[in-house]
């Protein structure tokens, strides 16, 4: 996955998961932090979510 990627240019990729009840939200990240994020997934400041 990351290195299909990488081959279409894409320097982006947004996480998306659901709240408490259910209301979709997104983090960004850039495609470097993937591989990380997949294996020790991604923190996020829950007060600006």
Do not use: C, Y
Not at 17 to 24: E, L, P, Q, R
Not at 39 to 47: E, I, V
């Amino acid at each position: 996955m990351i290195e299909a990627a990488k081959e279409g240019n894409i320097r982006f990729v947004q996480l998306q998961f659901t709240d408490i009840i259910g209301a979709v939200k997104a983090v960004t990240i850039p495609l470097h932090q993937l591989g990380d994020s997949l294996k020790h997934g991604t923190w996020f400041d829950g007060s600006s979510i």
